[in-house]
Each structure stands twice: as C-alpha cells, then as structure tokens.
C-alpha cells in the first residue's frame, strides 16, 4: 500500500485558488468596460440630441433633420421646456411627439419618458411661423422614432 503525500494536493487547491481569483478580476474589468461604453454612448447621444435640435433652429425652414441610432436609457425624461432652453428658443415653441411603440411615453406633447432602453432616430422640423403657435418663431417638432413628412 502506498501513501500519497498531502502536501502536493494542497498546492492543487490553491492554484485553483488563484485561477479562480484571477478570473473573477478579469470579468469584473470586463464589465466595467462595458458599463463604461454604455454610459459614453448615452452622453454622446445626449449631445447629438441637442446638436440636431441646435442645427434645426438655426435653418427654420420646414426640412427635416435626422440623428440616426442615438442611444436611450429607461427611465430618461425629455421635457419640451428644457429642450428649448437649450435651443434658446420659446417654452412653448416646441412640440414632442413619438412613435407608437411601447417604450415610448409621450404626455401632451410636452413630455416623453422612456419605458426601457432603446436605439432610435429622432427627427427635427422647425418653421418660421405654425399655426398652432404663431408667436413662436422658430416653431419645432421633435420626434423620437417617428418620420416627420416634409410638411406637417
């Protein structure tokens, strides 16, 4: 009968120890990074978002302007005043809409919450004068997910 030494079992373990260790470091890296390039694919959404409405302002003559696959988290809130604060235009010069899909809820016009994260185009259309603002000038629509046709 011969008898194995406890010694050499041991060490086993413990490399197993260690491979386990590194390997839960490296996932944990992993899911940093690609937390990390969600949280910049937002912000760099956000700052398309507001660029396409700034571009739409500035030409204020019925085309339509398109930021295509901007990146949304759930739970983000878009009010029809803080866009047009940061347009520098009117409170009421702006107007939300939607498409129909469930992630999308679209109060009034002036709000629109997302139900869940989502990949979409937004679509800008400002006028010189509306006629359901006539004051407003420029007058923009803002639509997340639904195409604006070229006259409304």
Known sequence: MKICNNKGQAFDVFKLLIGAAIGLA????????INYLETWKIDVSKK?????????????????VV????????????????LAASAGIGGDCIELQSSSI???SLEGGQFLELRSGILSNVFYQCFQSYLPNPDCRPYCIVSFGKELKKNP
Do not use: M
């Open 26 to 33: 490296i996932l944990i890296i992993i899911i940093s990074i």
């Open 48 to 64: 398309l978002l507001a660029e396409g409405l700034d571009n739409a302002v500035q030409t204020p003559n019925g085309e339509v």
């Open 67 to 82: 930021r295509k696959n901007l990146t949304f988290q759930k739970g983000q809130v878009f009010s029809a005043k803080s």
């Open 102 to 104: 469930s992630a999308f």
